[in-house]
Antibody, heavy 119, light 109 residues
């Protein structure tokens, strides 16, 4: 049973860089799946940030592309998110999720981690 | 970018009633790539329906999905107390890979 667990600082200063990691357990990050980051501002809906394949190939949301970097560490079975130049608008619960091939849906999610951007 | 508009924003029903939630796309969406999720407070979303009409593993058969093109529907045949939550539709498209609707809150009347 694959499980995902996000980790990282819960508070980031404005103009700083948000950094989160998603640890994959119960399965290999090198399986035939893409892996995504999705966020949800308080009281609002879901926004897809980007995805990565174990080869290192990435796709990003065009609205965030200039500020986002997603990377993979196969040796640690994890993938990471960096979001630069953050503002209060980036305050959200950040989820990592597994993309389910063929269906292009998200079948496994982490529990989510709240990140607040504030000085 | 394909915009998904869900309606109603809030749906107030009683247990045992039938719920019909709508998801309308700004342009045609492949039925293969339309999904529905349920989210309860403080929890991550849970996949309910993929491919517009296929139930994910472990999802009760009171949940069903239908639709094609720009109009999709999630139906809950007889509401159970645990079904009151927020529901999101999601699509995949080649130009702007994944987008979600704004959600429908299903509340107890």
């Amino acid at each position: 049973q694959v499980q995902l667990q996000e980790s990282g600082p819960g508070l980031v200063k404005p103009s700083g860089t948000l950094s989160l990691t998603c640890a994959v357990s119960g399965g290999s990050i090198s399986s035939s799946n893409w892996w995504s980051w999705i966020r949800q501002p308080p009281g609002k809906g879901l926004e897809w940030i980007g995805e990565i394949y174990h080869s290192g190939s990435t796709n990003y949301n065009p609205s965030l592309k200039s500020r986002v970097t997603i990377s993979v560490d196969k040796s640690k079975n994890q993938f990471s998110l960096k979001l630069s130049s953050v503002t209060a608008a980036d305050t959200a619960v950040y989820y990592c999720a597994r993309n389910w091939p063929v269906t292009m849906s998200f079948d496994i999610w982490g529990q989510g981690t709240m990140v607040t951007v504030s000085s | 970018e394909i915009v998904l508009t869900q309606s109603p924003g809030t749906l107030s029903l009683s247990p045992g009633e039938r719920a019909t939630l709508s998801c309308r796309a700004s342009q045609s969406v492949s039925s293969s790539y339309l999904a529905w999720y349920q989210q309860k407070p403080g929890q991550a979303p849970r996949l309910l329906i993929y491919g517009a009409s296929s139930r994910a593993t472990g999802i009760p058969d009171r949940f069903s999905g239908s639709g094609s093109g720009t109009d999709f529907t999630l139906t809950i045949s007889r509401l159970e107390p645990e079904d009151f939550a927020v529901y999101y539709c999601q699509q995949y498209g080649s130009s702007h890979p994944y987008t979600f609707g704004q959600g429908t809150k299903l509340e107890i009347k």
